[in-house]
């Protein structure tokens, strides 16, 4: 059990996840500050925060790292077909149950969640636990993000309209080049000059990165407490969408699994497939519904699948790498 709190900590579960949970309590009990708009307001200051995190992000990432992962092309196909084509198309394939109920929103943050990138942190840590292929992992994970700016929309465009009664496609795609794609090129640019200080100060940014996420959850809450979205919704309620998030999270890594063993793969790149393949980015999801859900009150209904997700994400893939690192150990 030690160990596993271990992990769980290494990975930023324990007191993100209760920060999280905090901003939700504040937002519900507290919800003025984050709906004032004068004279500066939270909602703001995070979006200049977004920008800030892709731009560290990308000051992290080389070209040559980039250019020297595309070596083992067959398994980051796997990776990334598995994170957005397959996880998409078995949520949809529900679609159907929940057209015209109560639980419309909540499916459409299950496609939100399912067409988003790969988590970065903590899958290369858990394929570091289970001894998987870590060089692969971090290509994976930083490949994915960047396709994610593009593919993510694409696919959440799709479904935005009957949700939130318009969708504005060249207005997302303008806010998205100059919030997202922008800074990630700024940063892989400045790269050779800044790459070893954003290195450097890695976990500093991460506490940067964590507390605009907070700040984005809190004020997406205030909004969705505001218009009173979740009291349609009981207790026993949201124990089955926390049942449905982790049937989604078995079913994909059961899954690739399977299609990694019918590839070939070594035990190395099967556990990379494996971890890579079945996470899902709260970062990306938090910074993203920003732009496609801006100016709605929907967006804390929307983002709550995925932090239900990615609790349990992180729980069940600690507890799956440690089994894997002793096997290899025996």
Known sequence: ??????????????????????????????????????????EDIAN?????????????LSVEKLKAGLANWKMHI????????????????????????DFELLWLGVFFLAALPSTVSSSVVMVSIAKGNIPAAIFNAS?????????????????????T??????????????QVLLPVIVGICLNSRFGAIAEKYKKQLKYFDQA???????????????????????????????????????????????????????????ITVLFCGS???LVHGTVMSKVLFQHSTITGIVLLPLMIYHALQLIAASIIAQGMARRKEV
């Not at 900590?9 to 209760?18: E, P, Q």
């Not at 200049?48 to 992290?60: A, D, K, N, T």
């Not at 996880?87 to 149950?97: G, K, Q, T």
């Open 1 to 42: 059990m030690k160990k596993l709190l271990e992990v769980l900590r290494k990975a930023g579960f324990d007191g993100f996840l209760l920060m999280i949970g905090t901003m939700i309590l504040l937002a519900y009990f507290l919800p003025k500050p984050g709906l004032v708009k004068e004279p500066v307001s939270l």
């Open 212 to 270: 605009v996420i907070l700040t984005i959850i809190y004020t997406s809450f205030c909004k969705s407490f505001s218009e009173h979205l979740f009291e349609g919704f009981t207790a026993l309620e949201l124990v089955g969408l926390a049942t449905g998030m982790m049937v989604l999270f078995f079913a994909v890594f059961l899954c690739v699994g399977l299609v990694s063993r019918l590839l070939g793969f070594s035990d190395e790149d099967r």
């Open 143 to 163: 490949i994915s993000s960047l396709i994610g700016v593009v593919v993510t929309p694409l696919w959440v465009g799709l479904f935005i309209a009957s949700a």
């Open 279 to 281: 996470k899902k980015s």
């Open 165 to 178: 009664g318009h969708f504005d496609i060249s207005d997302i795609v303008i806010k998205l080049i100059l």
């Open 78 to 101: 796997v990776v990334q077909l598995t994170t957005f084509l397959f996880f998409p198309l078995i949520v949809l394939a529900f679609r159907p149950l929940f057209i015209d109920t």
């Open 48 to 60: 200049v925060g977004v920008s800030f995190i892709f731009l560290f992000y990308g000051l992290r």
